[in-house]
């Protein structure tokens, strides 16, 4: 290229030099002025014109060339942004559904095309549609798996879904979960046409966005099932430390009873009864507690330090406890994801249960603070602290309720603490590092 400018530069100014040195020696005795003079021009004009005719010739496809680049670059660019705002509206969707509806919406909108379908790899391994746009066919029964376990290995295998006259042009991009295929996007047209790489890189977009969708609804449903095994968990462990133990108290004391009536001692008989009549007060609380309990309290309205004020008073009308929250401005500030105010309520709900059924105190005091990125809660009671269970508990009472406080605050990345209070009872701490756990937006 460059040898190429030289040549044009430097040609014509030899051409010139050697037309002028002949003028000045052999020309001048053959050819008289002023005719020496006209060749010379004549000749340099029509040296001028074809050099010219190079230089412009490479200008016009040079510029020819930039054009289609421009072209091509407004093209890519209409198409990204066509594929942002795509994009953006797929976000503001959560229905599954609804997603890969604007995904096969989009994909036929934006790629010109006629037909375009989602097909998914069911459990048998064949495919089956899950979205489509523009007329479509249903596969025959038994031709739903094109080209063995490969889906949509074979354009041709397309005809199962599509109507073989809006498909004679087809293009498919396989949707992957890691290393496995899950299904495929695939479009079709009526006319005969080649894709271009951007419309080739526009549909694989569409793909990945359409497979990071299905992903995502696979694992919500998978949280919602930890979720469902967490909370089944958590009440098997209230059970086991409410519920089980003391019906086996209760059938204890009417056994003891039963025997003491048999032998006439109706003073001590009546003694256990006091004792069973205590006992199942005590765990019809726990029942209604646990009932309550399966509600989330935290709304937009109380926030997290609104719903322990709320569960507090109502707590401590239930209980004979009495029971203050002192929360500061900024700790009621605080606005944490759902997940992680819903397990620190539970913590302190668990904690209060707790207080009531072992620690026979009279007054829990409440603190929340912010403490630089961290809130701290704490529970103080005037207790018999965490040496003495309950007549009815087993040696090992503080362990199950100590362990579903341990996993929640796990969960969240917070840790959690026994000791003795200000008063000599029981305290419990906790420390959530709210930095990763705000909400977008709050402060």
């Known amino acids: 290229m460059s040898r190429q400018r030289w040549l044009i530069v430097?040609?014509?100014?030899?051409?010139?030099?050697?037309?002028?040195?002949?003028?000045?020696?052999?020309?001048?005795?053959?050819?008289?002025?002023?005719?020496?003079?006209?060749?010379?021009?004549?000749?340099?004009?029509?040296?001028?014109?074809?050099?010219?005719g190079v230089a412009y010739r490479?200008?016009?496809?040079?510029?020819?060339?930039?054009?289609?680049?421009?072209?091509?670059?407004?093209?890519?660019?209409?198409?990204?942004?066509?594929?942002?705002?795509?994009?953006?509206?797929?976000?503001?969707?959560?229905?599954?559904?609804?997603?890969?509806?604007?995904?096969?919406?989009?994909?036929?909108?934006?790629?010109?095309?006629?037909?375009?379908?989602?097909?998914?790899?069911?459990?048998?391994?064949?495919?089956k549609r899950a979205a489509s746009s523009g007329p479509v066919r249903e596969p025959a029964a038994g031709a739903d798996r094109p080209n063995g376990d490969r889906p949509g290995g074979d354009p041709d295998d397309l005809l199962r879904f599509m109507p073989a006259d809006h498909a004679t042009s087809r293009l498919a991009n396989a949707l992957n979960r890691g290393p496995e295929t899950i299904g495929l996007l695939a479009i079709g047209s009526k006319r005969s046409r080649s894709f271009d790489a951007d419309e080739v890189e526009t549909l694989a977009s569409l793909a990945n966005q359409a497979s990071i969708a299905i992903e995502n609804a696979r694992l919500q449903g998978r949280l919602r099932e930890l979720a469902v095994e967490t909370e089944r968990g958590r009440i098997a462990r209230e059970m086991h430390d409410g519920l089980a133990q003391v019906l086996g108290y209760v059938s204890t004391k009417s056994q003891a009873a039963d025997e003491l009536l048999a032998v006439g001692r109706?003073?001590?008989?009546?003694?256990?009864?006091?004792?069973?009549?205590?006992?199942a007060r005590s765990i019809y609380v726990d029942v209604r507690e646990a009932i309550l309990g399966l509600r989330s309290p935290i709304t937009p309205e109380l926030r997290l330090v609104g719903a322990i004020e709320e569960h507090a008073r109502r707590f401590a009308d239930a209980s004979k406890l009495a029971i203050t929250v002192d929360a500061s401005a900024e700790a009621r500030a605080i606005v944490m994801t759902p997940e992680a105010e819903a397990q620190v309520f539970r913590i302190v709900q668990e904690s209060l249960t707790n207080v009531r059924k072992h620690a026979s105190a009279r007054r829990v005091g409440i603190q929340v603070r912010r403490v630089d990125d961290d809130l701290c809660v704490e529970?103080?009671?005037?207790?018999?602290?965490?040496?003495?269970?309950?007549?009815?508990?087993?040696?090992?009472?503080?362990?199950?309720?100590?362990?579903?406080?341990?996993?929640?605050?796990?969960?969240?990345?917070?840790?959690?603490?026994?000791?003795?209070?200000?008063d000599g009872g029981g305290s419990i701490r906790l420390v959530v590092p709210i930095r990763g756990l705000m909400l977008e937006g709050a402060t």
């Not at 020309?27 to 050099?51: H, R």
């Open 266 to 279: 109706v003073a001590d008989a009546r003694g256990q009864l006091g004792e069973l009549t205590a006992a």
């Open 58 to 127: 490479r200008i016009d496809a040079l510029g020819a060339a930039l054009a289609d680049q421009n072209r091509d670059l407004g093209r890519r660019a209409a198409s990204a942004t066509a594929l942002h705002r795509v994009s953006v509206a797929i976000t503001a969707l959560v229905d599954l559904r609804l997603i890969l509806d604007a995904i096969v919406d989009n994909a036929r909108t934006l790629l010109r095309a006629d037909v375009a379908v989602i097909l998914l790899v069911d459990s048998d391994g064949g495919l």
């Open 379 to 422: 529970l103080d009671d005037d207790g018999r602290g965490f040496d003495e269970p309950s007549p009815w508990q087993s040696a090992d009472w503080p362990h199950y309720g100590q362990a579903a406080m341990q996993e929640r605050a796990a969960g969240i990345g917070a840790r959690i603490s026994w000791g003795t209070g200000p």
């Open 10 to 52: 430097t040609v014509p100014a030899l051409v010139v030099g050697l037309i002028e040195a002949l003028s000045d020696t052999l020309l001048d005795p053959i050819v008289p002025f002023p005719v020496d003079a006209l060749l010379v021009i004549l000749v340099v004009f029509l040296l001028t014109v074809a050099v010219s």
